[in-house]
C-alpha cells in the first residue's frame, strides 16, 4: 500500500522509528525543533518539512512522538500546527505517553476538518524502536488503524487495538504504572538482601527460577551495577535524571487518570515519589 508518511519527533524512539519508517516509505517527511537530528535524517534521503503544517500538508499519515501533553499541542495546534495543514481523510498518530483526554480532545477538533486521529502509543524503548519490535497500543476507529497500520508495521512487533480513541493512551498508562512498580519492587528486594547479607547474584537465581525476576527486571538492575565512579559522573547522572522525569511525569498522568474514574491508586502515588531513589538519582528533594 502506497501512503505518504511523515513524522514529527526525531528523539531517542522517534528517530529509529522515523528511519524505519524511511527505509519503507522513501522520502517520508520529517520534523523536530532539533536541527541536528533532522540533518541525520534527510543525509539517509528523508523530505525535511518546514513546520508540522507543512508536513501534515504532504502526509497521508502523521505521526507525533514528542515528549507530553504539552508538547502534543504544541505540534498539534495554532497556525503552524499539523491540524492547520492535514487533509481530509489523513491519519494523526499520537505515539507520545499523554493522558487519554489529550487525545480525545485532539479527535473532537481534528474531526471538525475530516481528519482522523489515533492514540497509537508505543512500548520497548529505542532498542524496540531500532529492532522494529515495539509493542503498539492503538485507540481509534479500526479503518483508520487498517489506513495507518503499513506505516505502523515498520516498527511494530505486534499492534493491539485496544478500543475507541484514548483507550491507546489508557493502556500505555497501565502498562507503565507495571512496569515503574516493578523497577521498585526489584529495587527494594535487592536493597534489603544486601542488609540481610544475601548476595544478588543469590536472589537472582532464585527469582528468575521463580518467575519473579524478568528480563526487563535484570535490564533494569544493570543501572545498579555499573562502578561507583561511573555511578557518580555527571552523564550518568544525567541519564538517571532523564529516566526519573519520565516515570514522574508516566506516573503523575496515570494519577490523574484515576482522579478522573474517580478511584484511588495510593500505591501509585508512593511510586511516583520514589523514582529518583528507584534509579539512583542524587537528588535528595526527589527522594
Avoid at 23 to 45: I, M, W
Avoid at 64 to 92: H, K, M, Q, T, Y
Avoid at 134 to 143: H, N, Q, S, T
Avoid at 162 to 168: A, E, K, N, V
Wanted: charged residues 20%.
Amino acid at each position: 500500500m502506497s501512503i505518504r508518511t511523515g513524522f514529527i519527533g526525531l528523539g531517542n524512539i522517534g528517530k529509529p522509528m522515523a528511519e524505519r519508517l524511511l527505509a519503507a516509505f522513501p522520502g517520508t517527511l520529517v520534523f523536530d525543533v532539533v536541527a541536528e537530528r533532522v540533518e541525520e535524517l534527510a543525509k539517509l534521503g528523508a523530505e525535511v518539512a518546514d513546520s508540522p503544517r507543512d508536513l501534515a500538508a504532504r502526509s497521508d499519515v502523521t505521526g507525533i512522538c514528542v515528549r507530553d501533553d504539552a508538547d502534543v499541542e504544541a505540534v498539534s495546534r495554532g497556525s503552524d500546527g499539523v491540524l492547520a495543514g492535514a487533509e481530509r481523510g489523513s491519519v494523526i498518530a499520537v505515539h507520545s505517553t499523554v493522558g487519554p483526554n489529550t487525545v480525545t480532545k485532539l479527535g473532537e477538533a481534528a474531526a471538525e476538518r475530516g481528519v482522523r486521529v489515533l492514540d497509537a502509543c508505543i512500548s520497548g524503548g529505542s532498542a524496540g524502536a531500532q529492532r522494529g519490535t515495539l509493542l503498539y497500543m492503538v485507540g481509534g476507529d479500526a479503518a483508520d488503524l487498517e489506513r495507518a497500520r503499513p506505516a505502523f508495521e515498520t516498527s511494530a512487533g505486534k499492534i493491539v487495538h485496544t478500543g475507541p480513541l484514548g483507550s491507546g493512551a489508557a493502556a500505555k498508562l497501565c502498562n507503565n504504572l507495571m512496569t515503574y512498580q516493578a523497577w521498585l519492587s526489584v529495587f527494594e528486594a535487592t536493597h534489603l538482601a544486601r542488609a540481610a547479607g544475601l548476595a544478588q547474584d543469590v536472589l537472582e537465581e532464585v527469582t528468575r527460577a521463580s518467575g519473579n525476576l524478568t528480563e526487563p527486571m535484570l535490564a533494569f538492575l544493570a543501572l545498579h551495577k555499573v562502578p561507583a565512579e561511573t555511578h557518580q559522573s555527571a552523564g550518568f547522572q544525567a541519564l538517571l535524571e532523564n529516566f526519573t522525569t519520565l516515570a514522574e511525569k508516566d506516573l503523575a498522568a496515570t494519577l490523574d487518570l484515576a482522579r478522573s474514574c474517580g478511584i484511588a491508586l495510593p500505591g501509585t502515588g508512593l511510586c511516583q515519589q520514589l523514582m529518583a531513589r528507584v534509579y539512583g538519582l542524587n537528588d535528595d528533594r526527589r527522594r
